[in-house]
């Protein structure tokens, strides 16, 4: 008796510690360790000087973590196994997680810097308030092409990429809501449409547009078009103006039909273990000379107004990557169209590239 008495003792014992240590962990809104954020990030989406910079500035060490879809990135959250405290989600995934409750509501009393944030990149219908999320970047999605390469061929329009001379000419992006929202558009159809009919007759046009096409894939692009071994790709602004820095002779278009203006944005994600640390990164990121930096480093555009004046004239006035607010009224910005849509996307993209062999 005496040995199971001091049995339950020892259990009790250890017990107490590790409740301890797990109340010493969650101190301070949860914080697994108060002095570490995890920054969940897309691939080559930040200046690396920026993250040593707000360690420097706010004692905060950062663990930086990369994805390379959206849907990958909600998975991983939705696990919990990490405990990420800034994520940088696009538009429709932030629609995606908040019916999933995956986000926590900003505290605006820490992010006096929002005051930085052109107001037309505010209260979007992704997120009414901007109750969950802040702007990180923006573009468009249209076509980078080199003349160079080209026998006079132009592209105002979607329709000029199946132009019959460009056999084997022709890149696009590995994605189903850009390569099928090219057909949409190429149709006047909203990019958004959950037409089952409009969706078939998008598909059934880009099953012409086979002859033309010479791969389907990602971030390889960038080098085939700097190198000249493509002359014309399906591409986000971001990805174009990172061909043009490498390459001079390559330009970038939106079709005068319209496009996709996307938005990825800085949240915090409901496994956030810092969030007093997530709230001070968000500030830091909207500092004008740091989203200047940044900007100038990723090469996509910035939401951040005050650091215009801290970037070149040349960038910030180049309307193929800074539009006027006429031209971006005449863009869309994706939805959640529901996973159920969003399957019949990737069915219809799978039977084109299917299609293709």
Known sequence: MKEIVRGAIIILFISGILLSINMKLNEGGGSGNKNTITVYNWGEYIDPDLLMQFEEETGFKVIYETFDSNEGMMGKIEQGGTSYDISMPSEYMIEMMKEKDLLIPLDYSKIPNVKHIDPYFLNLPFDSGNEYSLPYFWGTVGIAFNPTLLEGQTFESWDNLWDPSLKQQVILVDSARETIGMGLNSLHYSLNSTNLDELREATDKLNKLKPNVKAIIGDEVTQLMVNGEASIALTWSGQAADMMYENEDIDYIVPEEGSNL????????????????????????????????????????????????????????????????????????????????????????????????
């Open 262 to 357: 996307w938005f990825d944005n800085m949240v915090i994600p409901r496994t956030a273990s810092n969030i007093e640390g997530a709230h001070a990164f968000i500030n830091f990121m909207l500092d004008p000379e740091v989203a200047a930096q940044n900007a100038d480093y990723v090469g996509y555009s910035t939401p951040n107004l005050s650091a215009l004046d801290f970037m070149d004239a040349e960038v910030i006035e180049d309307e193929r990557f800074y539009p006027d607010e006429e031209t971006r009224n005449h863009l869309e910005v994706y939805r959640n169209l529901g996973l159920e849509m969003l399957g019949h996307y990737n069915e219809l993209f799978l039977e084109f590239k299917m299609n293709r062999k």
